[in-house]
């Protein structure tokens, strides 16, 4: 497929997007997961830093808040403080794993530990979401580093907001997953979103990374498998990605790869890219936008969500016309120096300016040795 | 270049060459009567014998292209790398300068008066057969000689900056090297190359480190040649080609270093070590070495454009691209120039004093041509600078004509004398 | 061999420890007067002027107390370095100028006419130097605390000289790093200096390939160094009455310093953008005129037999046709 064709596509599903929302007020949009602002732990939690709880505090109202100061730069902000920007890009990203170094000694299951707490979304991304005591339908899930599977009920918490937590203890990966099935009409919605955590704390007692155990009894399943490797040991990147990392991802329609399916990467400023997996359902976004821009430099953290739809004619006896498959994926991207460093404009003005000023150079010889008569 | 030959210029030139030839003649029937003088002096002698012999063999039979030179500012490797011969012009003789007293006032330089007699002459034919004259607008005689000049042979002149110490002065200078290369290069069809530059600047090294060697010889304290022959050896730069010149000078050369090593000198070690400095002195007018040597002196060195200054300053080529050799060659041939033409005459001060002091000399003789300004014009403060330093010096003033030989004898030896008093009294031996 | 060739080895050897010595995990320390740069990730040492200017960015109570020992420590190896070597390290082991020594060389089998400073532009900019040493005192001074009542600068503005030093973009290039070609958009401050960094690069390319040692008459180093023209140990001495005023000395000379040829009554020729190089004794026709000595010994002199011999003419035949230089027996 050629670019043009996938810019088409693109900008095709953006027109009717636009269109869906105008026309179909009443489209749920999309699922997502945005994580939450950190679960303050009793006793072991967070004990360390006084200033970084108070600044927690200070911007409490984690999502509308961040939301309606950053644009549409979601609370991620709000769970790392943000940092006065370092001068070198190296220190940009040891930062975090040096700041817990500097500071005095503590607990180090509680200093390191993240517990999943996530608010959940509705809405059409990169626009805001909205959550509301509607979405205390949405069947919820976590699988653990353990394997062990449990199911969350979403809570319903302060600014009504709805949210799923689990204190997630033991070091590994974590994988939550919520769906939530919506009907309008004649159209049968089922929102999809899945998201990977990574924690740092106790070792599992057996590492077993478990099979995807099929707690939801829907058909209809569509999966948006973040493939992201895992870290090690690279703290500073357990709960970060940062702009210029890669994003692959895989897209599972009950359990069997989607292929051609166009998966569209989106920032809160609007721009998107899409992309079509190939035949092993695959597809890997690079996480920088294609233009320099300035978010970056404000050095913030910046959402980025991928979504991905399948729309298909039922004809079911219940009178459904239509099934509407959506599968949604809220990254938080932190600035690297590729945001606010450009080598093209570098080597630009270095060319440029040897260009300038070597010609201005070859002229003045010229006069100065021209032929004299 | 027209030239109406008439009867009289016919006279005058036949008178010239029979003149010339007598004096000659008279030089080397001298020449002839000494004794221990080096053998290796003989090709020198030979090119000099055919001032009076044959005029027409004193340049080196070659096809080539010759060009004119005047003083020493102009460079001779940019003549050898464009494929012509140089010639430089200067001249010394009392017969041609008599030739062309018309063309100048009374008091001028002699020098210039017997390069326009040559010329107008055509008694030594080089002179006219020059395919070009390059000439430094140097001192006011050398200025004027051009146009003179330009009425028998094709002239150049170059433009020297007189204040040669600020930046315009060598970037003119620079331009104007840039134009003679042109000049040459038109004139002999050959482009002037970084390779021919190259190869032109190392022959010119090869004259200038036997000529440097022969200097040193001289510095020993046995007085190994005479001031004249040294003069000799020096003026025959003028018209030999470099290559056989550079021979000749080290056959010379070996044989000054095995008399040197069997102690064989041609002046007692008791002659009073003199140096010459001032205008020219160029064959035939070996007036004022011979009645030095003759009077009991042994003239050690000279500050001379016609000998010790000649091949002294080396060109360096710092890189190894045309431009920047040619800035060296340019460089080299203005920078160091203690002509007294230039304004700083702090240059040729420190010169003097060092070779005072490297060849240990004990007199100076101030040689100044009647008419030659720059020199005269400049002996003033230097006369005091040297006496200052503690230096016994004599002023002569004459031209090339041998009327006043006698009484410049009678001054000569009295200076000698008070020389040889002087190393007396400081407890010096004979 | 021309001094000018041993001179690029030398170079090359300095540079190859200086900017891949530490895989060899070799360090000299850093606290070493030359353009070695610390953002080259294997160097075998590093320039001075980093440390130094993190040093003066803390504050005065730090700066005076806490750090007081390692700091003069740190200003006492640099001392040692000066006094030993001095300009030497223009000449010889600074990278920068070796690879501005590169590109004329570049030039030279091209064979492209390079250019020359005109007098008084020459003049003009010598100050440009003394300026930026004054600055990269007094901006991270202005960071640590509040100068003169100013408020304090912020932190983009520190190591301000790195951040326009031709060698940060350039040296780590041969560490295969290329990531200090950039332009920094994050702050106003470090687009300026990101861009006239980059600016000042092309110049330094442009400029090194035209004029011999372009940027080293900027270099703020050799302002430092100047510090110990009269005390190192290496010095360059003229015996100014054997000198001819020529000028070979002066057109060789890669900093194009005219003091070299025109001055005759002063002894002392290491001038302030003197790197020590020993070009100008090579190119010297007159004996003994001018000397490199090391703790006042001549190691190397100038001669016209040498001259001679560097320029492909007629040695001397024996060694006892030496020219005499002082009349030890005289009359």
New interface residues.
């Given amino acids: 497929m050629t670019k043009r064709t996938r810019y088409i596509t693109g900008l095709m599903i953006f027109l009717f997007c636009l269109l869906f929302t105008r026309q179909a007020g009443a489209d749920p949009g999309y699922l997502w997961l945005e994580p939450g602002p950190q679960m303050s732990r009793a006793g072991g939690g967070d004990t360390g830093g006084k200033s970084r709880a108070e600044h927690r505090n200070s911007s409490s109202s984690p999502a509308a808040a961040s939301r309606q100061a950053t644009g549409h730069d979601v609370a991620g902000s709000t769970t790392h403080a943000p940092e006065a920007p370092t001068e070198r890009k190296a220190s940009a990203q040891a930062d975090p794993a040096k700041k817990d170094e500097k500071k005095p000694p503590r607990e180090k299951r509680a200093a390191m530990s993240h517990p999943a707490h996530y608010t959940l979304m509705l809405g059409w991304p990169p626009g805001p979401g909205k959550s509301d005591e509607s979405l205390l339908a949405v069947k919820a899930a976590i699988i653990r580093p353990d394997g062990s599977t449990q199911k969350l009920s979403p809570g319903l918490e302060t600014p009504d907001v709805a949210r799923i937590r689990d204190a997630a203890l033991i070091q590994g990966r974590y994988l939550i997953s919520a769906s939530l099935r919506q009907t309008q009409g004649t159209t049968r919605y089922r929102l999809y979103t899945q998201t990977v955590m990574r924690n740092t704390g106790e070792k599992p007692k057996g590492d077993v990374l478990p099979d995807q155990t099929d707690f939801e009894t829907d058909k209809a399943r569509l999966v948006m498998e973040d493939l992201s490797p895992d870290p090690g040991k690279n703290f500073a990147r357990v709960h970060r990605k940062y702009t210029g990392d890669k994003l692959p991802l895989r897209m599972h329609l009950n359990e069997l790869p989607l292929a051609g399916q166009p998966v569209t990467l989106a920032t809160a400023s609007g721009w998107r890219q899409t992309l079509q997996t190939d035949e092993k359902g695959e597809v890997t976004f690079a996480l920088i936008k294609e233009s320099f821009h300035d978010e970056g430099t404000k050095k913030r953290p910046v959402t980025y969500f991928v979504t991905s739809e399948i729309r298909k004619p039922l004809n079911s006896q219940d009178g459904y016309r239509e099934e509407v498959l959506r599968a949604a994926l809220a990254i938080m991207v932190y600035p690297s120096p590729l945001d606010w460093e450009s080598r093209s404009a570098g080597i630009y003005v270095l060319v440029l300016v040897m260009a300038a000023v070597g010609v201005a150079t070859a002229i003045r010889r010229r006069q100065r040795?021209r032929?004299?008569? | 270049m027209i030239q109406i030959q008439t009867d009289r210029d016919q006279k005058l030139t036949r008178r010239l060459k029979l003149h010339l030839a007598m004096s000659v003649r008279e030089i080397f029937d001298a020449i002839a009567l000494e004794q221990n003088r080096p053998v290796a002096m003989r090709p020198f002698d030979a090119l000099f014998m055919n001032f009076a012999e044959a005029p027409d063999d004193i340049l080196p039979a070659k096809p080539v292209k010759k060009v004119g030179l005047y003083c020493m500012t102009v460079p001779e490797e940019i003549v050898y790398a464009a494929g012509a011969l140089p010639v430089r012009l200067c001249a010394g003789s009392a017969d041609a300068a008599e030739a062309g007293e018309a063309l100048f006032p009374d008091v001028s330089c002699p020098m210039v008066k017997s390069a326009a007699g040559f010329t107008r002459t055509g008694a030594l034919p080089f002179y006219r057969q020059c395919d070009l004259v390059v000439i430094p607008a140097t001192c006011d005689w050398k200025v004027k000689l051009g146009d003179i000049l330009s009425r028998h042979v094709p002239v150049l002149m170059l433009n020297v900056p007189k204040h040669k110490?600020t930046?315009t002065a060598r970037l003119f200078w620079y331009?104007?090297i840039?134009?003679l290369c042109?000049a040459l290069e038109k004139l002999t069809q050959t482009r002037i190359t970084?390779a021919r530059l190259r190869a032109s600047?190392?022959l010119i090294?090869?004259a200038?480190?036997?000529f440097?060697?022969f200097q040193?010889?001289r510095?020993?304290?046995l007085c190994l040649i005479s001031g004249r022959d040294a003069a000799e050896v020096a003026n025959a730069w003028f018209y030999m080609d470099a290559a056989s010149w550079?021979g000749h000078v080290?056959r010379l050369?070996?044989e000054l270093?095995k008399r040197?090593q069997s102690g064989l000198g041609v002046i007692p070690k008791s002659a009073p070590?003199v140096l010459l400095t001032g205008s020219p002195v160029i064959f035939p007018n070996w007036k004022i070495p011979s009645l030095i040597e003759n009077s009991g002196g042994a003239l050690v060195c000279d500050e001379l454009c016609s000998s010790g200054r000649l091949l002294?300053?080396?060109?360096?080529?710092?890189?190894?691209?045309?431009?920047?050799m040619l800035?060296?060659l340019a460089?080299?041939s203005l920078?160091?120039c203690t002509c007294p033409v230039f304004t700083d005459a702090?240059?040729r001060r420190?010169?003097l004093?060092?070779m005072i002091?490297?060849y240990?000399v004990?007199g100076v003789v101030h040689h100044v041509l009647k008419g030659c300004h720059p020199y005269d014009m400049e002996l003033r403060p230097l006369e005091a600078e040297l006496a200052a330093a503690g230096v016994s010096q004599l002023k002569i003033e004459t031209d090339y004509s041998p009327e006043d030989t006698e009484p410049l004898r009678t001054r000569i030896e009295a200076f000698i004398e008070t020389l040889k008093g002087r190393?007396l009294k400081?407890g010096?031996s004979f | 061999m021309r001094i000018d060739r041993i001179r690029l080895v030398v170079q090359a050897l300095f540079f190859i420890f200086l900017i891949y010595g530490g895989i060899l995990g070799f360090s000299i320390g850093n606290a070493v007067p030359t353009m070695a740069c610390i953002y080259a990730e294997d160097r075998g040492g590093s320039c001075f002027l980093y440390p130094f200017q993190r040093f003066m960015s803390l504050p005065w109570s730090t700066l005076l107390a806490a750090t007081i020992v390692p700091f003069l420590i740190y200003l006492g190896t640099f001392f040692l370095w000066g006094v030993v070597f001095g300009k030497a390290f223009c000449g010889w082991i600074c990278p920068l100028g070796f690879l501005q020594d590169l590109l004329t060389k570049a030039r030279?089998l091209l064979?492209?006419?390079?250019a020359r400073f005109?007098?008084?532009s020459r003049e003009r900019f010598q100050w440009v130097k003394y300026a930026l040493l004054a600055l990269l005192i007094l901006i991270p001074m202005g960071i640590g605390s509040s100068l003169a009542g100013l408020p304090k600068l912020s932190g983009d503005w520190a190591v301000p000289f790195c951040q326009i030093c031709p060698g940060k973009p350039l040296l780590p290039l041969f560490s295969g790093d290329i990531s200090h070609l950039i332009i920094d958009f994050s702050s106003p401050v470090k687009l300026a200096m990101s861009g006239l960094l980059m600016g000042l690069t092309g110049l330094f390319l442009v400029g090194g390939f035209v004029k011999r040692r372009w940027f080293c008459l900027y270099c703020p180093m050799a302002a430092l160094l100047s510090l110990f023209d009269r005390i190192g140990l290496i010095g360059l001495k003229k015996k100014?009455?054997?000198?001819?005023?020529?000028?070979?000395c002066y057109?060789?000379c890669p900093m194009e310093i005219r003091e070299i040829?025109?001055i005759?009554d002063r002894k002392h020729m290491v001038t302030q953008d003197c790197m020590l190089c020993m070009?100008c004794i090579e190119?010297c026709?007159e004996n003994k005129a001018l000397s490199a000595t090391f703790l006042g010994f001549p190691v190397f002199t100038a001669s016209?037999d040498g001259?001679?011999k560097r320029?492909?003419?007629?040695?001397?035949?024996?060694q006892?046709?030496?020219?005499?230089?002082?009349?030890s027996?005289?009359?």
């Fill in positions: 040795r032929p004299c008569a | 110490t930046e331009d104007e840039r134009r042109r970084r600047i190392s090294h090869a200038q480190a036997e440097r060697r040193d010889l510095a020993d304290d550079t080290r050369n070996e270093h040197k070590r002294w300053d080396m060109a360096c080529v710092d890189e190894p691209l045309f431009d920047d800035d060296a460089d080299r920078m160091p702090n240059d420190v010169k004093l060092r002091r490297d240990r004990e190393r400081s010096g | 030279h064979g492209i006419d390079g005109r007098w008084a100014g009455d054997t000198c001819t005023r020529c000028g070979n057109r060789a040829a025109d005759r070009r190119v026709p016209a001259f001679l320029h492909g003419g007629q040695p001397p035949l024996t006892e046709d030496l020219p005499h230089d002082t009349d027996n005289g009359s």
